[in-house]
């Protein structure tokens, strides 16, 4: 149980173009989830929670207008990347938390692995 | 605040041996500690939870509240251990409040 699925895993898009990245949990309903950003060997960063029915909220630096967050059910997250460019090349991984459940686990997605050219 | 500290950042060790995988932690309230393991190519995946008190593929965890610290370990490394570790906190109000994550160490493990 507990599984998160992420649409695309992997996309090619031109430099200006916008892509969305849907995540999904599968066999759980979650108010929250959580969309990262990890780049080759390193630690995941935070970008954004997001909460189901209300705006996002979005760590320190990163720009709201560019990465746009629609949590519209309890089991749907998207990203859309605005305006893409080549630095928002990166790997981008959704987590979400079970309703259901008095924790602070996170299950992850596999990830969408995003460039720009 | 919240942080968690894993300060090796890359750690070696022979097929064999045993491992310890460290964290530490800085939270002022009771918090809840987890340990990910990211293998090649693979999604985050939860390995050893505080509150189950469980062992894992060999691994064990202890929370330390006197030291703030949940190191993990294993007594015998195995190759397929060889993998990215994540030690993460839970606390705070509210169900929107994010794991924290440390840095991350790099097992790898040499036959």
């Known amino acids: 149980g507990a599984v998160v699925s992420q649409h695309p895993s992997r996309v090619i898009c031109k430099s200006g173009t916008s892509v969305k990245i849907e995540c999904r949990s599968l066999d759980f309903q979650a108010t929250t989830m959580f969309w990262y950003r990890q780049f080759p060997k390193q630690s995941l960063m935070l970008m954004a929670t997001s909460n189901e029915g209300s705006k996002a909220t979005y760590e320190q630096g990163v720009e709201k207008d560019k990465f746009l967050i629609n949590h519209a059910s309890l089991t749907l997250s998207t990203l859309t990347v605005t305006s893409a460019h080549p630095e928002d090349s990166s790997f981008y991984i959704c987590?979400?938390?079970?309703?259901?459940?008095?924790?602070?686990?996170?299950?992850f997605g596999p990830g969408t692995r995003l460039t720009v050219t | 605040a919240q942080r968690v500290t894993q300060p090796e950042k890359l750690l070696s060790v022979f097929k064999g041996a045993p491992v310890e995988l460290k964290c530490n932690y800085s939270y002022s309230g009771s918090p809840e500690l987890f340990w990910y393991v990211q293998y090649s190519r693979q999604r985050l995946q939860l390995l050893l939870r505080h509150i189950s008190r469980e062992s894992i593929k060999g691994f064990t965890a202890d929370l330390n509240k006197g030291e703030t610290s949940f190191h993990l370990k294993k007594p015998f490394a195995q190759e397929e251990d060889s993998a990215m570790y994540y030690c993460a906190l839970g606390g705070g109000a509210g169900g929107n409040t994010p794991l924290v994550f440390g840095k991350g160490t790099r097992l790898s493990v040499i036959a």
């Open positions: 987590s979400a938390r079970d309703i259901g459940r008095s924790s602070y686990e996170q299950y």
